[in-house]
């Protein structure tokens, strides 16, 4: 990559918890890997919880503060980076050291601004960063907000989660005012993702027809709604085996539902990117083509 390109940052964010934030984020870098066989993919897992690390089966190591280190104590990068896969790197969330962020800068001016900061010597390594978040909107949200270009936000298809849904485009719109006089605008959102779909239930459908009502009444920020992703068990099984889930059943059905998620995310991407200005070449921090976009 040149010295000026940014990778796509899409950060997958969503207020309500349980939702598939961590199996969206690791199922998206895992088709966007697949599909682009030449690309390079960084997964960042802001949520203390540090379910990615899990998720790989990664084991204690030097790493293990990541992005809590990068933003607390100056970390490079390059530092906590662990190469998981060929074409997909890490950076763990550093625990419950993600607590210290929050006590330390939430009382400090552009404490949102943080991330973008720290990242950006970095992220030109990658063709796409993928975020995982914290079922909060808290200070780290604000910076993944920040920082990331887009956002997909997972929704399961019940009451609750829809109020998640609403509570983060707010979130979103309040981050939106606070850095118009700068310039500076937070993710565009692509869309909502349903997840852990089943087409038997009649709740599923109806709430899939709620978000799809909201979408055509402009109340999702110009998001889409995504086509959904089914409930497969084999997600939780290639969970526990420690696989991705091409890895593990590159046939099944949620294999394909997110196949077809990256595709479709794909070409939003560069649809967007199309209608912005100034080439992506050309930039080299925010605003980013979506921040650009009167959204
Ligand atoms: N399509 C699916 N079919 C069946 N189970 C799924 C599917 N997607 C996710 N799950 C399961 O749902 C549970 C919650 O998923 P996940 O941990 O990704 O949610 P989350 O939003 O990241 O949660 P948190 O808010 O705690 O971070 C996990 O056990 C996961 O295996
Ligand atoms: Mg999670």
């Known amino acids: 990559m040149t010295d000026t390109r940014r990778p796509t940052v899409i950060s997958v964010l969503c207020h309500k918890g349980g939702v598939?934030?961590?199996?969206?984020?690791?199922a998206l870098a895992d088709s966007l890997a697949a599909d682009n066989p030449t690309a390079k993919v960084l997964i960042l897992d802001c949520d203390e919880q540090a379910n990615v690390?899990?998720?790989?089966?990664i084991k204690s190591t030097d790493a293990d503060g990541g992005i809590a280190s990068i933003l607390i104590e100056n970390a490079p990068p390059s530092k906590v980076k662990?190469?998981?896969?060929p074409q997909i790197d890490v950076i763990l969330s550093g625990g419950r050291m993600m607590r210290d962020f929050e006590k330390t800068f939430s009382n400090d001016a552009d404490s949102e601004l943080i991330l973008s900061k720290m990242m950006k010597p970095f992220d030109e390594d990658y063709d796409y960063v993928i975020i995982d978040s914290p079922p909060a909107l808290s200070l780290i949200s604000a910076n993944i907000a920040m920082y990331a270009d887009y956002c997909v936000i997972p929704c399961t298809t019940d009451l609750l989660s829809v109020v998640g849904v609403k509570n983060t485009m707010f979130f979103l719109e309040n981050l939106r005012n606070h850095f118009r006089a700068k310039n500076l605008s937070p993710c565009k959102v692509l869309g909502v993702v349903p997840t852990m779909y089943d087409q038997r239930r009649?709740?599923?459908?109806t709430i899939l027809d709620d978000l799809q009502?909201?979408?055509?009444?402009?109340?999702?920020s110009g998001g889409i709604v995504f086509d959904p992703i089914r409930v497969d068990s084999k997600i939780k099984t290639a969970q526990v085996k420690r696989k991705l889930i091409t890895e593990a059943f590159p046939k099944t059905k949620a294999r394909e539902d997110y196949r077809k998620l990256a595709s479709d995310i794909q070409a939003l991407?560069?649809?967007?990117?199309?209608?912005?200005?100034?080439?992506?070449?050309?930039?080299?921090?925010?605003?980013?083509?979506?921040?650009?976009?009167?959204?």
């Open 53 to 57: 690390k899990t998720l790989f089966g």
């Open 213 to 220: 009502r909201m979408a055509d009444a402009d109340l999702m």
């Open 202 to 205: 009649n709740l599923d459908m």
């Open 82 to 85: 662990l190469t998981v896969r």
């Open 20 to 26: 598939a934030k961590t199996t969206t984020a690791v």
């Open 269 to 295: 991407v560069t649809k967007i990117a199309a209608t912005s200005a100034r080439p992506i070449a050309q930039m080299s921090y925010a605003p980013s083509p979506a921040r650009e976009m009167s959204l």
